[in-house]
């Protein structure tokens, strides 16, 4: 044995979640793209048999109110919300991420425009919108089409440079806690204070964070945030994102996609739209219920699971990957994209390589599953809900065995 | 046994879809909310059972390739394609209903403004969004959001006077094909026409007509529609919408939503939007794949089954009803809402009643399912694909009893 090797079974004998991995359904691969599908809780299967085959097919439409479909969005959403750091009632789960962006970008911009930035910018024309330029490109788009639909500009700009473009012309700002593609953490605290000492409104993509490492966003005062649940929170494929609005803004929350599911009485069938108060104004139509139920099955992971562990534990797995690439990856063949300092690093690791959509595909022939992100970067997620110290060592024999 | 009831025998005995109910799970309620929630198809548990262990359990993220995840919206709205008189490539299934409303909206407004309308219309201000004064309230709160963020005013009219409030002004027009409340059907090609006359952009929202009758999109000319897959299409609980553009509107189709599934090239992580052809430029985000392939699943009720047959048993289903409810319910008792004419019927019998809260819950306690909708509507759908005409017997007899 390897005096790696032997490290790695030091280190997941000492790891606290090391018993969390038999909640998930998983084999004998090492799966290192959780950052992009989780794995399957092992709670989900029976789950969604069960919202199938009674709730659906004995109790049928009774189930909306008997096996609480209706309030699944903003219950659901009450169970992530500890995960990002917000208190009750300021989650809801529904839509996609893209659709997400769009309900807080266009609020944002309405919010600016209503004076509602923490600073004092009430008053000004707030006529540009700020968006990461290295952003996930979904969100790029979406802001574009936010910003040519309430009349702003659109400003892209890397998110280092941010604090030198706000201004009084800023309505709102669009950041991403963790860069999908280098695995870079964002400064959300400094960030977040200098969009409202602008008079803004700041929105936070916590896709690559949430489930991952603690977000805080109630203690940061961010004013909106969304996120998907399909990666750290290990919701299933394409299962609802979600949409945060700080408590103190809900009220003047004025959302661009006013589906009666958001209405003050959605049974009421009444032709003038009145918003219900709190999280459920972020709704839209009717919840997709079994992508929903399957989530909702999935959190049940996170039982007696504080996110403090997590990244602690994320941390460690992330240097040890690196220690073990280092050791046995051959001199100069790749290069490290994720920065070295925990401050700024995510729960990933990305490596340049060349031919790395070649390299992927022979570690995944060999049991090491990752992810390529074009043109040239081997992505590794790490999820310490159920990967351990043994797969890190692992994957990176392997990728210098294929490297070699 | 009573005239009535053996009339409900011999319709039974020649009814040519009869074998189709075996496609479903039912037990020895009459469930007439087939309109609300369609029932469970017999092929649905299997499948999500595997698109969970397996699908998502075991090959994880290969299944976005492997098992066809990644394109189940274009695949799928092709399986609903016939069903609404859709050649292939012009119908895309994701998102919720009110958010395909949005985007066929927006981009109906958009349309019209190039001149893209049948008529005459290019270069006139287009700056009036009509929308159904009756219709199902997301529609008409949607249509609102649409108009404030294009420019438009919206003008709420009924569908009987849309043909009078177009002109040089209409950019786009919002029509139910089948009323949610009144079940009344509108005539599709007739408004159709003569939204096009006015150079106008028409949507139709198909909820309440896909899967009961027929719809003819192409040969009609539509421009845009979307429809829910929960109803007549029995999808389960929040299946995901679907939106049909007409072939020769894609390429100028505008989306206010563009996500990366939209991009001509969604993984070369481009900056810049460039949207993709056909009918996936309507896709959004990541799409819910356990409530989409459940769907998907669901379609295969419809092997064999033409939509022409469905639409002669609904209109015998209904005529029935009205026959046993005039035979079975005390004089007075209630009153017919939806027409008589088979041209102005969908698929659903809409009642006046007093107390019909209280009326249904009781109808409900019987085992009779319908809805209620507020303030005094007792609402029965017939799906013709499960429903017998020995149910009908069945309902408008305990209705009766009720009501005595």
Redesign the interface.
Known sequence: MSELAFKAGELDAGDGLAGVRSRF?L?DVV?L?GN??G??PAS??GR??DV??R????L?????EESG?WTAPERIGDRIAPLVGAGVGQVVVG?????NV?KAL?GAVRLARLGSGSGSGSGSVRDELVVD?TT???D???A??AAR??GCTLR?VTPERVPEVLGARTAAVLLNHVDY?SGRLHDLPALTDAVHAAGAVVVWDLCHSAGALPVGLDAHGVDLAVG?T?KYLNG??????YLYVRRELQDRFD???????S?AEP?????D?EPAAGALRGR?????????L?LEAALDVWDGVSIESVRAKSLALTDFFVECVAAHVPEGRVELVTPVAHRERGSQIALRCDDAGDVMKKL?ERGV?G?F??PDVLRFGFTPLYVGFGDVERAARVLGEVLR
Chains 1, 2 share one sequence.
């Open positions: 359904v084999d799966y793209d992009s599908l794995a399957l989900v299967p969604v048999d199938v085959r709730q659906w097919g004995e049928r439409i009774r189930s909306w479909w839509d996609s991420t893209s659709v769009f266009v330029a996930f490109p979904t790029g788009y979406i574009e089409s639909l309430t892209p593609r998907c399909y299933g494929p394409g299962s609802p994102a959302s661009p996609l006013p589906g009666w599911n209405h049974f009421g069938m009444r032709p739209y839209v139509g009717t919840p997709d219920i079994l992508s929903m399957a995944i599953v992810d992100r074009h």
